[in-house]
Every structure is written in C-alpha cells, then in structure tokens.
C-alpha cells in the first residue's frame, strides 16, 4: 500500500480506502457483521487504513455495521463519515442541514460507529443555501475543540461546484470529496485546481463509476433489482455508459491489466488526487482494489 497526505489535514491516508455506502443496504443487498468485518479484516491485511460512510447510508446502518466489526485498533484506522441527510427509506431522504439536527446526526453517528471521536467529518452534497450558513460551522468548530471530531471535510453533490471547494478554508474545512472516474472528468476544469491551490486533500469516490469500470459489465447488461441503486439510472444513459466503457476497455486497458485496478490508478495519477474510495462486496474485491498501487 502506498500513503498520501490528506491535505491540510496532514493525515496519511492509503491511497485507496474502503467507500461504505453498500452496507446501507442500497446496492442490492444487506450486510451482516461477519462480512463487513471479513472485508474490513481484508482492508487492513491489504494495508488500507481509510473508510468512508456517511449518517444515511441506511438510519446509521453502514456506521453501526463499521463499529461492530472494526479491526485492530482505533486509532489505526482513519474514519471519514457524513451529515446532513435523514434516512427513511432507501432512495429516500430528507435534508437536515440546520445546527441541531447536525449536532444530533453527529452524536448518533459516533453511538453507532462505537467511538469518540470522527478523524474527518463532511457536509454531504447539500446545496450552497445551508452551506452558506455560519451558524452550521460554528457549532461544527464547538465540536472539533470539544474533541468529537478531528478534521472537518466537504462533499460537494455537484463535480462542479467551486463555490464550496473555494470556500473550504472559510468554514475550516481541509478536504473536498467529489465523484471522479474515467468516465466523469468535470472536477478537472475548476476543482481540482482550486484544491491543488488551497492545499485541500481529494477523495475521489464512484472511481469504478457505480461499478461500470469494473470489468464486469458490458453493452446490453441491465440493473433491475429494485435494491440497486442503479437501477433508477436512465436506461439510456447507462447504456450509453456500458458503450464507452466497452471503448475504454478496448482502446485504453492494457492488455492483461484488471480493468478495476486499471480504473483506479487512472483517478490516482491525477496530482489532485489523495485517494479513491471505491465500493466492495467482499474481501475479494477489496484485495482486487488494493492491486492498484501497483499501476501508479
């Protein structure tokens, strides 16, 4: 494994990490904990010491899942979680930027992950309305001298909003998270340059773009289980996508190279880039993500 900083937040993530959101239960099927520990327990053999969940994926259920299944140590791992959204359903949500609500999400955010404190804590792709909102970020400064959360981060909803990347430092924020991949190059023109700037670390999540690059897919494949979240995606853009992901595979995978390690070392060599945090369903996968570092 190969480790990079973080940005300001001078942490030392692994290049790859471990994203979260399929625990929740929104990508076709639930986890017990005996798997979700069996990935984790992978991750750190791998030398993986990121993960990534957020408040909805599931009501706290990825977070629960996490800290009844964390291996080692606390402090050997770096957990980045998320606020703003109320679970109900999946697919469904309620935004719930205001002070209190954030101040409650991060108190059961911690009960469920079985900790005290959160090393990267991100305002999950809420519109700049409820960003603007200083009253949100001093009670979220409260909270880091309170000890609860180490480095707080942003997750912008939109790969091209630049207001929330210019105004990270504003609100004490050190990281952007951003969807990036072979196929969604748009943080690339205005975001990444302005991280580059303002020395803000770069999580690059969907890096597989929703598993379309990871080599299991082709032209005329369907997603229709009602729990995969892929399956709400307009049929034709995901054909579309499985077109060019058929291009890419012909004119730019290397010969004998994994698609999915391919795909991710592609995000890695950008300079902007601190780390990918792509999806797993089993530790397999995650030994498969982990192969990456050794394109870059």
Same mark, same amino acid.
Request: charged share 25%.
């Given at each position: ?7 300001k937040?001078?942490m ?5 990490? #471990?994203?979260?959101w399929?625990?929740?239960g929104?990508?076709? %099927?639930?986890?017990t904990?005996p ?12 030398g993986?010491?990121?993960? +990534?969940?957020a ?11 996490i800290?009844?299944? @964390? ?6 791992w770096i ?7 109320e /679970? ?8 719930? /930027?205001?002070p209190?609500s ?7 955010s911690l009960?469920?992950?079985? &900790? ?6 991100? /305002?999950?792709?809420? $519109? ?17 001298q309170?000890?609860?959360? %180490?480095? @707080?981060?942003i997750? #912008?909803?939109s790969? &091209? ?10 609100v004490g924020? !050190?990281? #952007?998270?951003v ?8 943080p ?14 770069? @999580? ?6 929703s ?6 897919y082709? $032209? ?5 289980? $009602? ?5 709400? %995606? +307009?049929?034709e853009? &995901? ?14 995978v290397?010969e004998?190279v994994?698609?999915a390690s ?6 890695? %060599?950008?300079p902007?880039v601190?780390?990918? #945090? $792509?999806?797993c ?6 030994? !498969? ?8």
């Amino acid at each position: 494994m190969k480790y990079r900083r973080l940005g300001k937040t001078e942490m030392q993530v692994s290049v790859v990490g #471990i994203g979260a959101w399929q625990f929740g239960g929104e990508w076709g %099927r639930e986890y017990t904990v005996p798997e979700v520990k069996a990935i984790l327990e992978r991750g750190q053999q791998e030398g993986i010491n990121l993960i +990534d969940t957020a408040e909805c994926y599931g009501d706290h259920t990825s977070e629960r899942l996490i800290g009844e299944s @964390l291996p080692g140590k606390r402090e050997d791992w770096i957990i980045a979680s998320k606020f703003g959204h109320e /679970f109900h359903k999946n697919f469904s949500r309620t935004d719930r /930027f205001d002070p209190t609500s954030v101040q409650h999400q991060l108190e059961k955010s911690l009960k469920s992950l079985k &900790t005290d404190y959160i090393d990267l804590y991100q /305002f999950h792709s809420g $519109p700049d309305s409820v960003f603007d909102n200083q009253e949100l970020w001093t009670m979220l400064d409260k909270q880091k001298q309170a000890g609860k959360i %180490r480095h @707080l981060g942003i997750s #912008i909803g939109s790969n &091209t909003n630049i207001h929330q990347t210019r105004s990270a430092p504003d609100v004490g924020a !050190s990281a #952007i998270q951003v969807v990036y991949n072979r196929l969604d190059r748009a943080p690339e023109e205005e975001v990444f340059p302005a991280c580059q700037e303002l020395d803000l670390g770069v @999580l690059a999540r969907v890096p597989l773009a929703s598993g379309f690059l990871s080599g299991k897919y082709k $032209p005329g494949d369907t997603f229709d289980n $009602p729990n995969d979240v892929r399956s709400l %995606r +307009d049929a034709e853009k &995901t054909k579309a996508a499985l077109q060019e992901v058929q291009r890419v595979r012909d004119e730019e995978v290397p010969e004998g190279v994994d698609m999915a390690s391919w795909a991710l070392a592609w995000c890695l %060599r950008h300079p902007a880039v601190t780390t990918v #945090i $792509p999806g797993c369903k089993n530790p397999d996968q995650v030994s !498969s993500n982990a192969n990456a570092v050794n394109l870059i």
